[in-house]
């Protein structure tokens, strides 16, 4: 019987049996068909429709059978176009190339990189090769890039040449310094990273030292790693692990959430099903990053597991560039954080652009403005727009609206809980409250993740946590979010974790001690606020600290605010008050809240 991840105090089991099925089940869970009322909040999300019995490799084969000539994945910045056919048939390729490097099933495979059709197709690839996909955060620095390749023990890293002014070669060899000691084509021996032996550029130039081009790994493969791969798709089991994606915690360093294959590919086929993917084929436009859960869980397997095609606007997300692959490609579907929708509605030419095709569509990946979510329906055309909710440690979703719900609960609401999905709302005893009265929110179905990779101890504090986000469950079974897990901030779509950021902080010599808040933000919903004490006779300005962790730590993560203080709020035991940090922060500088 398999452990599932909560959000509680209380340990819940799996206990729902998988069953094999094909891409043609239809589709009958509804919310609540005989409009049952709740009196508690527990509710147990509909499944009728059966799971489907697939890794990701076997879908992209089922797919390429059932819609061989139809486009599956345009990448417009790269002018890259792929069907069914065409994209098995590369990511076989590069599987070959894979078992050529000497990669076995069950081995990590680390992919580092803006959108790109060699990161989709390493997504596919990996999967049909039987390796595990490792989503590594483009904006890492050294130092996080090590720990990353450590932690879960990454055997070959896919990464990109460069993206916006960075140089990954040369971050990569600030973190693996043995690289540069390695000839080209061969393999890396690394006592920094003992598990990397092999790194694949993802460049037209000549190979930099250490490692090979992504071309030619595609032409690496011969009809025996060829044999090797159609091999694996018939051994590999669903349950096995697919990707790992890391998360961070109240503790700091980034956890390896490990999703298997059924986690993910059931995840995507029924969001697809809650909007609609299985009645026609539908154009899916991804300015999400694919690293995210967001874009090649929802986006991608979405997109696949019902025949329709998923298009790449930009390497990063770019207002313009997604609402000019809207009009090119007529997609009919949209995906994006709060803040990428804000950023495209605020186009001051929005209106010149032909975005009719558009019905549909998700966002995620923060707390979703009712304000925002219905300009979204009225100024896009996305009639059957709906708002999710989940984490990656749940694959991700967990609570979705249905593009029939009325607007005013789609705005208001994260929506029903998933299919084969039950969730309880608890109070501190770990006894289920009434509807509409806030409490921990607690999940399990099929979606929970497998562990985290090589870390017993979080997996059991995740399954039984001392942290939660705080929910209402009302009584048509509909959820609301009410607060987040413990300290946690969101910003633009990217999780914080002040622990990270506070102990970074703590290494500078002229730091005595330090706190991290989230304070509102217009645009990216938060950002991040460091409340410092310096050392006696210390002095040093925010300019110095910013620049301190500019190169330890994503941008995403550096304080936009720093206040020098020499006490902060406590409670009489002596705990720090960070609510009450917030409060006097967002009066001080007088930010809207």
């Known amino acids: 019987?398999?452990?599932?991840?909560?959000?509680?105090?209380?340990?819940?089991?799996?206990?729902?049996?998988?069953?094999?099925?094909?891409?043609?089940?239809?589709?009958?869970?509804?919310?609540?068909?005989?409009?049952?009322?709740?009196?508690?909040?527990?509710?147990?999300?509909?499944?009728?429709?059966?799971?489907?019995?697939?890794?990701?490799?076997?879908?992209?084969?089922?797919?390429?059978?059932?819609h061989g000539d139809s486009e599956a994945v345009i990448v417009v910045h790269q002018k890259i176009r792929k069907t069914y056919q065409q994209l098995l048939h590369d990511a076989d390729q590069l599987a070959a190339g894979f078992v050529a490097l000497k990669l076995q099933r069950g081995d990590r495979i680390g992919i580092w990189g803006p959108n790109s059709y060699e990161w989709a197709l390493t997504q596919w690839a990996a999967a049909r090769a039987g390796l595990i996909l490792v989503n590594v955060n483009p904006s890492y620095q050294p130092m996080e890039l090590k720990y990353a390749l450590n932690k879960v023990g990454i055997k070959a890293l896919v990464a990109a040449e460069s993206f916006k002014n960075r140089d990954y070669y040369s971050i990569l060899n600030e973190a693996v310094p043995q690289i540069q000691e390695t000839n080209e084509m061969s393999f890396i021996s690394s006592s920094d990273v003992?598990?990397?032996?092999?790194?694949?550029?993802?460049?037209?130039?000549?190979?930099?030292?250490?490692?090979?081009?992504?071309?030619?790994?595609?032409?690496?493969?011969?009809?025996?790693?060829?044999?090797?791969?159609?091999?694996?798709?018939?051994?590999?089991?669903?349950?096995?692990?697919?990707?790992?994606?890391?998360?961070?915690?109240?503790?700091?360093?980034?956890?390896?959430?490990?999703?298997?294959?059924?986690?993910?590919?059931?995840?995507?086929?029924?969001?697809?099903?809650?909007?609609?993917?299985?009645?026609?084929?539908?154009?899916l436009c991804l300015p999400?990053?694919?690293?995210?859960?967001?874009?090649?869980?929802?986006?991608?397997?979405?997109?696949?597991?019902?025949?329709?095609?998923?298009?790449?606007?930009?390497?990063?997300?770019?207002?313009?560039?997604?609402?000019?692959?809207?009009?090119?490609?007529?997609?009919?579907?949209?995906?994006?954080t709060p803040t990428m929708f804000v950023d495209i509605l605020n186009l001051p030419d929005l209106k010149s652009y032909d975005l009719s095709s558009l019905s549909t569509g998700y966002m995620a990946g923060a707390p979703c403005p009712q304000s925002i979510v219905k300009a979204v329906v009225h100024d896009l055309h996305m009639k059957d727009f709906v708002v999710a909710y989940g984490m990656t440690e749940t694959s991700p979703v967990t609570f979705s609206g249905y593009s029939s719900d009325p607007l005013e609960v789609r705005h208001s609401t994260i929506g029903f809980p998933s299919d084969?999905?039950?969730?309880?709302?608890?109070?501190?005893?770990?006894?289920?409250?009434?509807?509409?009265?806030?409490?921990?929110?607690?999940?399990?179905?099929?979606?929970?993740?497998?562990k985290y990779w090589d870390d017993e101890e979080k997996t059991k504090e995740t399954i039984s946590p001392d942290r939660c986000d705080i929910a209402v469950i009302d009584e048509n079974g509909y959820g609301q979010i009410v607060g987040r897990a413990k300290d946690m901030l969101i910003r633009g779509g990217e999780n914080v974790y002040p622990r990270e950021i506070e102990e970074l902080l703590h290494t500078h010599p002229a730091v005595a001690e330090v706190h991290v808040i989230g304070v509102?933000?217009?645009?990216?919903?938060?950002?991040?606020?460091?409340?410092?004490?310096?050392?006696?006779?210390?002095?040093?300005?925010?300019?110095d600290l910013r620049n301190f962790c500019h190169e330890k730590v994503a941008y995403f993560k550096i304080p936009k605010y720093i206040l020098f203080r020499e006490d902060f709020p406590k409670t009489v035991t002596g705990k720090i008050q960070k609510f009450r940090m917030r409060e006097i922060t967002v009066n001080e500088l007088n930010i809207d809240s």
């Open 194 to 283: 003992p598990s990397l032996r092999s790194v694949i550029m993802i460049s037209d130039n000549i190979v930099n030292r250490g490692t090979w081009r992504f071309q030619d790994v595609m032409e690496l493969g011969g009809n025996n790693e060829l044999k090797e791969v159609h091999g694996i798709q018939r051994q590999i089991q669903f349950d096995e692990p697919a990707n790992i994606q890391f998360t961070s915690g109240t503790t700091g360093n980034p956890k390896g959430a490990t999703l298997t294959h059924h986690n993910i590919v059931n995840n995507g086929y029924l969001m697809g099903l809650r909007t609609g993917y299985h009645l026609k084929a539908h154009r």
């Open 520 to 543: 509102p933000d217009v645009r990216l919903g938060e950002e991040v606020c460091a409340w410092v004490r310096l050392r006696p006779n210390c002095a040093v300005t925010e300019s």
């Open 420 to 450: 084969y999905t039950e969730v309880k709302v608890v109070n501190e005893q770990g006894e289920i409250v009434p509807v509409n009265t806030p409490g921990e929110l607690c999940t399990r179905g099929y979606s929970t993740m497998l």
């Open 1 to 66: 019987m398999s452990c599932f991840m909560k959000i509680s105090r209380s340990k819940w089991y799996h206990h729902l049996k998988p069953q094999n099925s094909s891409l043609t089940c239809t589709y009958f869970s509804h919310r609540n068909d005989n409009k049952r009322k709740y009196e508690h909040s527990y509710v147990c999300g509909p499944g009728t429709t059966p799971l489907l019995g697939k890794t990701i490799g076997q879908l992209l084969e089922s797919a390429s059978d059932r």
């Open 288 to 336: 999400v990053p694919l690293y995210h859960c967001f874009g090649c869980v929802m986006g991608v397997l979405s997109a696949v597991s019902h025949g329709g095609s998923y298009v790449l606007s930009s390497p990063a997300f770019s207002a313009r560039e997604a609402v000019k692959a809207v009009e090119q490609e007529r997609c009919t579907s949209l995906y994006g």
